[in-house]
């Protein structure tokens, strides 16, 4: 069960970390892609935050996890210029791929062709 501050931290490094990737995310993964933080979970000790990443417009959706991890010393610094002050360390950084949304769609689309297959028995 996460903390008041661990969410507060979390909620925060989202926030901003968003800001970053709509200012410069164009020169770390190009383009056409867009790229949004869902979650931030933080460890216990503020010291790792776990950003959760969802990725449209590209089939190679890893990709821009690598080319992000690349990015790791230049986000990381972007972030501390914004929230420095509100921290006392900087957390380092890990990046993952969400992809609920792509999930929800699959079960959708799953959902969808069962029920067109029952109505074509009736």
Request: proline share 2%.
């Amino acid at each position: 069960m996460e903390s008041i501050r661990q969410k507060q931290v979390g909620e925060l490094i989202r926030r901003y970390f968003g800001m970053i990737l709509t200012e410069t995310g164009t020169n770390i993964y190009g383009r056409g892609k867009l790229v949004t933080v869902t979650e931030v979970k933080m460890t216990p000790d503020l010291l790792v935050a776990k950003i959760y990443i969802s990725v449209y417009g590209t089939e190679d959706k890893p990709e821009v996890i690598l080319l992000m991890e690349d990015a790791h010393t230049q986000l990381r610094q972007a972030l501390a210029s914004k929230i420095g002050k509100q921290m006392r360390r900087m957390p380092e950084l890990e990046f993952f791929l969400d992809d609920t949304i792509d999930e929800m769609y699959r079960v959708d689309a799953l959902l969808n062709r069962v029920m067109d297959e029952d109505k074509n028995k009736h």
